[in-house]
């Protein structure tokens, strides 16, 4: 029998590498959904789930950074955390593309998918409670280089390839030997990047990688993240609730609600030309001065969002949306090209003339 590494066992598992309007696919998700079970409270009662996504399907591409925006509960962080098979969906495939070759995330088993964990990584939100406070910074950068065998334990060649890292994510090598409580929140984060990046990932979620840090220290990460992104390649996946932020550092621009997307487009296009009710009122919310606000109507949602375990029938956004009719209550959205690679789940989108 031929002897195969565990990479090779986990390469070519399915179609060759896509190529979409001249970009490489990295990830491809296709129907993706993640259903949790509810605990049940009666003898016979019916199994009922939470539908954190429901039906997600997207390409992402290599060397962009794609932004993942929604209001808190939407099913944001379970995606990105899905991708990554920290969560095993509950149906439809993930495929990452490695060397020409798909991946079937789902069908590796747990020593495949350490193979591959070492290419997609995250960064967490709380760079408070993502540290351990008892490793010091040398520590918490080499942990995940010496359980990928890329260096052995006291190996000096580590500490200055830790040094680089560090240096390379705004951190003096002074701070080696020190622990994360001798750091402010913006340092702390900062570390929790360079242990992210030590591995030279592929693709990075970033889960709400600012939302935690003061004002002024957010767009020092952005920054360092896209000079990161620019110099090593990386694939960002950036989720977050802010909509500035996103139209900062994104490419593209993903919403969500309640587990579903509903507008895909490229970051500028989303603010120019936009189509679903939903984005329309997060934008409405976007603070401006009075001469920027070119007459934009500030839009309160009324109502809370549904349940992901009992959603509403018809377009789930229905129950919130002031242009509601008829069809948006029984039937479900189809997703509409409205041109200029921009996507829409709406049956009557907004200003479709003009797009």
């Known amino acids: 029998m031929e002897n195969k590494t565990k990479e090779q066992n986990a390469l070519g598992q399915d179609t060759a590498q896509p190529v979409v309007d001249g970009k490489k696919v990295l990830l491809r998700l296709k129907d993706v959904k993640q259903y949790f079970p509810v605990k049940k409270t009666k003898l016979r009662e019916k199994q009922r789930y939470v539908r954190a996504n429901d039906g997600i399907s997207l390409d992402i591409f290599e060397g962009e950074t794609l932004g993942l925006v929604g209001e808190s509960g939407c099913g944001k962080s379970t995606l990105g955390r899905t991708i990554l098979q920290l969560y095993p969906q509950s149906h439809g495939d993930i495929l990452y593309y490695k060397d020409g070759k798909g991946i079937d995330l789902k069908n590796l088993s747990y020593e495949e998918m350490r193979v591959i964990r070492k290419d997609l990584q995250l960064i967490f939100q709380d ?10 910074v040398g520590q918490i950068i080499g942990e ?5 065998g890329v260096f052995r334990r006291g190996d000096p060649a580590m500490k200055e390839y830790i040094f680089k890292v560090m240096e390379d994510c705004g951190l003096a090598s002074y701070m080696f030997n020190r622990y994360p409580h001798q750091f402010s929140g913006g340092q702390r984060q900062r570390i929790g990047i360079a242990r992210s990046l030590a591995l030279n990932p592929k693709f990075v979620v970033c889960d709400e990688a600012v939302s935690a840090l003061d004002v002024s220290i957010q767009s020092q990460i952005l920054n360092l993240l896209s000079d990161l992104r620019e110099k090593a390649g990386l694939t960002y996946l950036f989720i977050t609730h802010d909509l500035s932020v996103v139209k900062y550092i994104s490419d593209r621009i993903c919403v969500m609600y309640l587990g579903n ?7 500028e296009d989303l603010f120019t030309h936009t189509y679903h009710p939903y984005t329309e ?11 920027d606000n070119g007459g934009r109507e500030r839009i309160l949602l009324e109502g809370d969002i549904p349940s992901p375990v009992n959603p509403p029938n018809g377009c789930k956004f229905h129950t919130r949306c002031r242009y509601c009719q008829e069809k948006c209550r029984n039937e479900v ?3 509409r090209d409205m041109g200029n690679h921009h996507y829409v789940a709406c049956h009557f989108p907004l200003n479709a003339k003009e797009g």
């Open 127 to 136: 760079p408070y409670s993502s540290l351990n406070p008892r490793m010091t």
């Open 281 to 291: 009122a997060l934008l409405s919310a976007i603070p401006t001065t009075e001469e």
């Open 261 to 267: 997307m509903v507008e895909l487009s490229e970051s």
């Open 144 to 148: 995940g280089l010496t359980s990928h």
């Open 333 to 335: 959205p189809e997703w």
